[in-house]
C-alpha cells in the first residue's frame, strides 16, 4: 500500500516563497516523484519531478528558476519529497498534488500511478 501526503500549502504574496512537502510511505522502492498542479476549470499540469536513481529533475518551463525540488530518502520508511517555491506568481495557484511513477522520465499525469490528496497554494497579486 502506498501512501502520499503532501503539506505546507497556504496563501502568499506575490513574490512569496512556500515549501511544499510530500511524504511517501508504503512499497515506494523503485518510484520517482512528481509535483503537478490543477487550477480551477483548468486541467492538471506538471509542475517538477525527480528520479532518486538517476539524480534527473525536470521542470515545466514556467517554473524553471524558481521552484526546486529535492528529496530526502534517509528514512526508508518515510521518504520525502520538497518543491521549494519562490518568487511565486499568481498564476501559480492551484492545488499541488505529488505522484508517483515507475517511468524513467515523464510530464504526463497518465504515467503517474500513485497520487495524493493536495494541497492548495493561493497566490494573492
Known amino acids: 500500500q502506498v501512501q502520499l501526503v503532501e503539506t505546507g500549502g497556504g496563501l502568499v504574496q506575490a513574490g512569496g516563497s512556500l515549501r511544499l512537502s510530500c511524504a511517501a510511505s508504503g512499497r515506494t522502492f523503485g518510484y520517482a516523484t512528481g509535483w503537478f498542479r490543477q487550477a480551477p476549470g483548468k486541467e492538471r499540469e506538471f509542475v517538477a519531478a525527480a528520479w532518486r536513481s538517476s539524480g534527473v529533475t525536470l521542470y515545466a518551463e514556467s517554473v524553471k528558476g524558481r521552484f526546486t525540488i529535492s528529496r530526502d530518502d534517509s528514512d526508508n520508511a518515510k521518504n520525502m519529497v520538497y518543491l521549494q517555491m519562490n518568487s511565486l506568481k499568481p498564476e501559480d495557484t492551484g492545488v499541488y498534488f505529488c505522484?508517483?511513477?515507475?517511468?524513467?522520465?515523464?510530464?504526463?499525469?497518465?504515467?503517474?500511478?500513485?497520487w495524493g490528496q493536495g494541497t492548495q497554494v493561493t497566490v494573492s497579486s
Open positions: 505522484a508517483l511513477t515507475r517511468s524513467a522520465s515523464s510530464r504526463w499525469a497518465d504515467d503517474y500511478e500513485h
